[in-house]
């Protein structure tokens, strides 16, 4: 199921929530979510590639994003 998703919404809650996996949650992911909120955002790690591909709109799976 594709969803659309606020880039900047998105950005935004990967900056100040993405360790918390708020991001992953916004875009259908929710098994990742789950895993990034586990591991506080892979340590860190995983919360700034994250935030890298959200900043550049990456093409996530059945993502599609507004403005």
């Known amino acids: 199921m594709v969803r659309k998703v606020n880039w900047v919404l ?3 809650m990967s900056i100040f929530f993405g360790g918390l ?3 992953r949650f916004m875009m259908g ?3 990742t979510g789950l895993l990034k909120l586990i591991t506080l955002g892979g340590l ?4 700034v590639i994250d935030l890298i591909l959200i900043a550049t709109k990456y ?8 403005e």
């Open 10 to 12: 998105a950005l935004l």
């Open 21 to 23: 996996g708020v991001d």
């Open 29 to 31: 992911k929710v098994g």
């Open 44 to 47: 860190g790690i995983w919360w």
């Open 59 to 66: 093409k996530f799976k059945d993502v599609i994003w507004v």
